[in-house]
T-cell receptor, first 115, second 118 residues
Framework: GAVVSQHPSRVICKSGTSVKIECRSL??????MFWYRQFPKQSLMLMAT?????????EQGVEKDKFLINHASLTLSTLTVTSAHPEDSSFYIC???????????FGEGSRLTVL | AQTVTQSQPEMSVQEAETVTLSCTYD???????LFWYKQPPSRQMILVIR??????QNATENRFSVNFQKAAKSFSLKISDSQLGDAAMYFC???????????????FGTGTLLAVQP
């Protein structure tokens, strides 16, 4: 079964609204989760590293006030796209690293469409 | 900073034939992992194979094998007996093992779109 669950898989929203995407680690506790963004036919670009109990670490060029990340528990990280605009339409993927085995697991991804 | 380069945007192979996807990387670190991920149209990322940098032996997983050339910083993926289900986008990725291991980020290449012809 899935190790990492991401929800919702698809979301359509109006411009100016905020959208929250959840990433859950189902099998193990995760102190660190990663959020990626993928445009059509392009690679995955790391947006930020989500750290449980502390502030997320954002990659250069990613607006932290635009993409709010909260890692409130060892099994849940959320990405909130605030005041979404059409250019925020993309595929967002989370991943979780398992420290004891070194394995990395990916969520199913969330397709955001902003009208 | 580390970088990963995939110079083949698209590749095509006949069913049952063998294809090799190229990947080069740049790093000053000595301890790292390299990965090949497959992303089918469903967009779910699937781990194909991984290689620890300290291991000289090339990793293999059934029909998938790598040619890891550490000095040349090259990490190619060979798919033998290609099947229609192998058609997907393939990403090469690098992860430092310094300090954090699995808590370190993956750095992806730009991807190679593989088509398998029946």
């Amino acid at each position: 079964g899935a190790v990492v669950s991401q929800h919702p898989s698809r979301v359509i929203c109006k411009s100016g609204t905020s959208v929250k995407i959840e990433c859950r680690s189902l099998d193990f506790q995760a102190t660190t989760m990663f959020w990626y963004r993928q445009f059509p036919k392009q690679s995955l670009m790391l947006m930020a590293t989500s750290n449980e109990g502390s502030k997320a670490t954002y990659e250069q060029g990613v607006e932290k006030d635009k993409f709010l990340i909260n890692h409130a528990s060892l099994t849940l990280s959320t990405l909130t796209v605030t005041s979404a605009h059409p250019e925020d339409s993309s595929f967002y993927i989370c991943s979780v690293g398992r420290v004891d085995t070194g394995e990395l697991f990916f969520g199913e991804g969330s397709r955001l469409t902003v009208l | 900073a580390q970088t990963v380069t995939q110079s083949q945007p698209e590749m095509s192979v006949q069913e049952a034939e063998t294809v090799t996807l190229s990947c080069t990387y740049d790093t000053s670190e000595s301890d790292y992992y390299l990965f090949w991920y497959k992303q089918p149209p469903s967009r779910q990322m699937i781990l194909v194979i991984r290689q620890e940098a300290y291991k000289q032996q090339n990793a293999t997983e059934n029909r998938f094998s790598v040619n890891f050339q550490k000095a040349a910083k090259s990490f190619s993926l060979k798919i033998s007996d290609s099947q229609l289900g192998d058609a997907a986008m393939y990403f090469c990725a690098y992860r430092s093992e310094r300090y954090g291991g699995a808590t370190n980020k993956l750095i992806f290449g730009t991807g190679t779109l593989l088509a398998v012809q029946p």
